[in-house]
């Protein structure tokens, strides 16, 4: 069975400091990988999704995330953080095969100080 | 505009009162699934739909039913309302392998 583990579940900045959010999966096979973000009393949205390819994938919002293989982990950076990014940030990982089942992590909720 | 509509926001309803809430999308998506967020626990999925009449088991499908008699609509019903069944909960649609879910904003559902 697959799982992610968010390892920070609260995370506090200042704006315009460096954001770098933990993701590790546990998975035997082929994975797709995404992030996802919830905006105070709103429904998640897709930031980002990687699938093949490059292992550094950008999404929106200046946002970016990277994929590595050997360490099982899908990590989301962003050079210089916003009062707007304020959200809980949402880790999740599917099964690359047709089934899909995508799990979700807990959640790391980001609060940035203007 | 490409959506996913659940109905309602918000519910507040009594134990053992047979509820159904609606989930409609309509970018022809042939998966949709239900989610429960609950606080520490993230998003955990109660039930899939890979296509018409396709359905299965999430994570925690207890307590709930799913119907998909047509693509757009994937309800979930809860014949039996409790109250540990008080939650948010997200409809999802997805176009495949390669596509992410789209989400629906949510129904916030009380059981007294």
């Known amino acids: 069975a697959q799982s992610v583990s968010q390892h920070n579940h609260h995370v506090i900045l200042s704006e315009a400091a460096s954001l770098e959010l933990g993701c590790n999966y546990s998975?035997?096979?082929?994975?797709?990988l995404f992030w996802y973000v919830q905006y105070p009393g709103q429904h998640l949205q897709l930031l980002l999704k990687?699938?093949?390819?490059?292992?550094l994938v950008k999404g929106i919002k200046g946002f970016e995330a990277e994929f590595i293989k050997s360490k099982f982990s899908f990590n989301l950076r962003k050079p210089s953080v916003q009062w707007s990014d304020t959200a809980e940030y949402f880790c999740?990982?599917?099964?690359?095969?047709?089934?899909?089942?995508?799990?979700f992590g807990t959640g790391t909720k980001l609060q940035v100080i203007p | 505009e490409a959506q996913v509509t659940q109905n309602p926001r918000y519910l507040i309803t009594v134990t053992g009162k047979k509820l159904t809430v609606t989930c409609s999308q309509n970018?022809?998506?042939?998966?949709m699934s239900w989610y429960r967020q609950d606080p520490g626990l993230g998003l955990r999925q109660i039930y899939y739909?890979?296509?018409?009449?396709?359905?299965d088991k999430g994570d925690v499908p207890e307590g709930y039913k799913v119907s998909r008699k047509e693509k757009r609509n994937f309800p979930l019903i809860l014949e039996s309302p409790s109250p540990n069944q008080t939650s948010l909960y997200f409809c999802?649609?997805?176009?495949?392998?390669?596509?992410?879910?789209?989400f629906g904003s949510g129904t916030r559902l009380t059981v007294v």
């Open positions: 999802a649609s997805s176009s495949g392998e390669q596509g992410g879910y789209t």
């Open positions: 998975y035997g096979g082929t994975v797709n």
């Open positions: 990687y699938f093949s390819g490059d292992p």
């Open positions: 999740a990982v599917k099964d690359s095969g047709g089934y899909q089942k995508v799990t």
């Open positions: 970018m022809n998506h042939e998966y």
């Open positions: 739909s890979m296509n018409v009449e396709v359905t």
